[in-house]
């Protein structure tokens, strides 16, 4: 029952923005790690930002341009990116390292969002 679910991808032009947003429900204990990912056509999956405890991340690519945040409160974690390319045009996947409550006990492991389609227009 514990799930992610991405949503605000488009169709952009270069040099547009985008926000993506990622919201955690279900039988969530806590939140640890959460990220973005993303996949192009024909490429590995890669990571794109992620945000831990106390520290935060960026790939080189999008350093500069993109922006992760997190509401802990809300269990989300969005992605404002800007200066938009068409090199970033890939399916977005939002990923969180999370402990679950079970019937039995708590475990930790990845949730992974089932993904969200970022294009950007030349």
């Known amino acids: 029952q514990v799930q992610l679910v991405e949503s605000g991808g488009g169709l952009v032009r270069t040099g547009d923005s985008l926000r993506l947003s990622c919201a955690a429900s279900?039988?969530?204990?806590?939140?640890?790690?959460m990220g973005w990912y993303r996949q192009a056509p024909g490429k590995q999956r890669e990571l794109v930002a992620i945000?831990?405890?106390?520290?935060?991340s960026y790939s080189d690519s999008v350093k500069g341009r993109f922006t992760i945040s997190r509401d802990d409160d809300k269990k989300t974690v969005a992605l404002q990116m800007n200066s938009l390319e068409p090199e970033d045009t890939a399916v977005y996947y939002c990923?969180?390292?999370?402990?679950?409550?079970?019937?039995?006990?708590?475990?930790?492991?990845?949730?992974w969002g089932r993904g969200t389609q970022v294009t950007v227009s030349s």
């Open positions: 279900g039988g969530i204990f806590s939140i640890h790690d």
């Open positions: 990923k969180a390292k999370i402990r679950e409550l079970t019937r039995t006990m708590l475990m930790m492991r990845d949730l």
């Open positions: 945000t831990g405890e106390n520290t935060t």
